[in-house]
């Protein structure tokens, strides 16, 4: 078996001539930019901008100027060449020089002085542009790597401060979108589906945006196993509930069932039981839970823990992979489940609902198994922990992926309703720390299978 990719659509401009690949980058700056201001400057004062919701978080204007400083490292120094503009600020906004819970003491650049200095970036960034050269013989360059790279990072801070905001009290400040929910399948589905066991490419080695963590492809047998057809619901989480799951060490890891019971959890996070019902509280709104959504707002604890109780266990990393990717008729891994491109209408990305969508809404979105919704909706947790695939090199920087490898952080998959297409694909690798939940995070189940001979 040969590895093999194909990768077309957001984020995959292979085969783009050089001013197409600029003008696809100008769009995407600017649409991304939009999303960022979206959720500070244009929706919250200077009080809120500068405050820390929690400790876990960073304050909003701490991201807003953190992204600018990001983009003028590598756009501007590394790619262009351009000399420092404000390096006095670097250590302010170096992530790993100053953990989030010290962020609000920092002299951090006020909220109008920061959207100044993002746009003064930005300015000179599409300037250089037009300057810019994509050889092949620069990796930083090629394919407009280094420019995907920052898009997908502003992305991937957009996701995060939309977690602040759910973690934020008082009145909500973000609107629903008006985006319909699409019209649910019907018929009856399996609850699971059968993956043959044999050998699938995981990982790319020419997606030209993807990260280092995704690099390369390379071959990984497989027994058989069986995987959930859809992520695990509100409804069934809740009969995990009240079935006293929370309350029996059986179902627990060790380190978990410790976890849960010092910090007394017994439901998902943002969730309470009021008039008989259970509620969620999101983005400042209080409604009933909806039955039919993927749960969310769950650490890999309860994740792990109600896998157990169902008689079944999460999926490896590399189960989730080839239960998304692999087709087995053509024998070669798609880029997203249902193909190569992304097509809008088949999976709840990008912030165009403010929440999952009901389990059976994208039927389109189904990989070569018929297994659903494995895309946005909610990052899924797996059972790995996150570490480096075969021949792993780390680039451009190691801070990136290579220093959280290790048995400290589990591998999550597949995006949720909040991550944007261009920051999620099939090979687009999550981690955290298995006690976190106010992220956009839920599951689906796994288990083993005795395949016919």
Not at 289 to 295: H, K
Not at 392 to 405: D, I, L, T
């Amino acid at each position: 078996m040969t590895p093999r990719t194909d990768p077309t659509g957001p984020a995959a401009p292979a085969g783009l001539a050089e001013d197409d690949l600029k003008e696809l980058i100008a769009a995407e700056l600017g649409a991304v930019r939009d999303r960022s201001l979206g959720l500070t400057t244009r929706v919250l004062d200077h009080a809120e901008l500068t405050a820390q919701v929690s400790p876990l978080m960073s304050p909003l204007v701490w991201d807003l100027a953190h992204v600018g400083n990001y983009e003028e490292l590598w756009l501007l120094r590394a790619a262009a060449g351009i000399d420092p503009m404000r390096p006095e600020i670097d250590s302010l906004y170096d992530a790993f020089e100053h953990p989030r819970a010290e962020r609000p003491a920092l002299p951090l650049l006020p909220p109008d002085e920061a959207r100044a200095y993002i746009g003064t970036v930005r300015a000179k960034v599409l300037d250089s542009l037009e300057r810019i050269r994509f050889r092949e013989d620069d990796p930083l360059t090629a394919g407009g790597f280094v420019y995907g790279m920052v898009v997908q990072h502003e992305h991937q801070h957009d996701e995060t401060m939309l977690a602040t905001h759910q973690l934020r009290k008082g009145a909500p400040a973000l609107l629903d979108p008006d985006e319909p929910v699409p019209a649910r399948i019907g018929g009856m589905f399996p609850t699971e589906v059968l993956i043959e066991a044999g050998p699938f490419e995981m990982g790319t080695s020419d997606d030209p945006w993807a990260y280092d963590n995704e690099r390369g492809a390379h071959i990984v047998d497989l027994p058989a196993y069986y995987i959930d057809t859809f992520p695990v619901t509100n409804r069934a989480y809740i009969a995990f509930i009240e079935a006293g799951g929370y309350d029996d060490p059986r179902w627990w890891d060790p380190e978990g069932w410790e976890w849960r019971s010092a910090k007394d959890r017994g439901a998902p996070g943002f969730w309470r039981r009021e008039g008989g019902q259970w509620v969620r509280r999101r983005f400042g709104r209080v409604e009933p839970v909806p039955p039919d959504e993927p749960v969310q707002h769950v650490s890999w604890y309860e994740a792990d823990a109600y896998a157990r109780w169902a008689g079944k266990r999460l999926p490896t990393e590399a189960e989730w992979e080839k239960a998304a990717r692999w087709d087995p008729a053509a024998q070669r891994s798609r880029r997203f489940p249902w193909g190569d491109a992304y097509e809008e209408g088949r999976a709840n990305l990008g912030q165009r609902r403010l929440r999952p969508t009901p389990v059976g809404s994208f039927p389109g979105g189904a990989s070569a198994y018929g297994v659903q919704q494995m895309i946005g909706d909610v990052w899924e947790w797996t059972s790995s922990d996150f570490t480096a695939y075969p021949g792993f090199r780390a680039f451009p920087y190691k801070e990136y992926s290579e220093v959280f490898f290790g048995p400290g952080y589990k591998v999550l998959r597949g995006g949720s309703w909040a991550t944007h297409p261009l920051a999620c694909r099939g090979t687009f690798r999550n981690w955290d720390y298995p006690i976190r939940r106010q992220i956009f995070t839920g599951f689906r189940c796994a288990r083993d299978a005795v395949e016919a001979r």
